[in-house]
């Protein structure tokens, strides 16, 4: 059996293709990783945050976009044009879409929590996407600079 590398999916959920959804990449990403058994512990290859809004929003099902992914093994643009086909992907959801990753905010407590542990100052970061940013950039510091 071959091994892998395990790899933090380091792109951020503002990050859009072509299509200009936002997420989507990163949706891809860990859903690649994870179908090369290379998805990093502790991240979900398809979980209830902004994945599952991300899917809701096009009008996406989760098994078989996941499905799809494990079975086909598209590139990016492959992925793009396979929602395209499979999706909602006019302008206006898509910019439905887009306000509302990047309205998201964690509860207090969470985001008080991740402040904590990537020592964020200031009270006022909150949203979601800045958020799990800096954890994944604190995660490959953890794993390359301090392994």
């Given amino acids: 059996m071959k091994s892998h590398e ?4 380091a792109i951020s959920s503002d990050t859009a293709g072509p299509l200009g959804a936002v ?5 891809w990403l860990k859903l690649t990783l994870a179908s090369a058994g290379s998805l990093a512990e502790g ?3 398809c979980g209830t945050g902004f994945d599952a809004m991300t899917l809701a929003a096009l009008g996406l099902d989760r098994a078989q976009t996941i499905a799809f992914v494990r079975s086909e093994r598209p590139t990016y643009m492959e992925f793009e044009e396979w929602v395209t086909r499979n999706g909602k992907t006019d302008r206006a959801t898509i ?3 887009n306000a509302a990753i ?3 905010h964690h509860g ?6 991740m402040r904590s542990a990537s020592k964020i100052k200031g009270e006022d ?5 800045t958020l799990n940013t800096i954890e994944d950039l604190d995660e490959i510091y953890r794993r390359v600079v301090q392994s």
Avoid: C, F, G, K
């Fill in 23 to 27: 997420h989507l990449p990163r949706l």
């Fill in 125 to 129: 970061i909150a949203d979601a996407v």
């Fill in 108 to 113: 207090a407590d969470l985001a008080a929590q």
């Fill in 95 to 97: 910019e439905r879409h």
């Fill in 6 to 9: 395990v790899i933090v999916p």
């Fill in 43 to 45: 991240y979900d290859e």
């Fill in 102 to 104: 990047r309205a998201y």
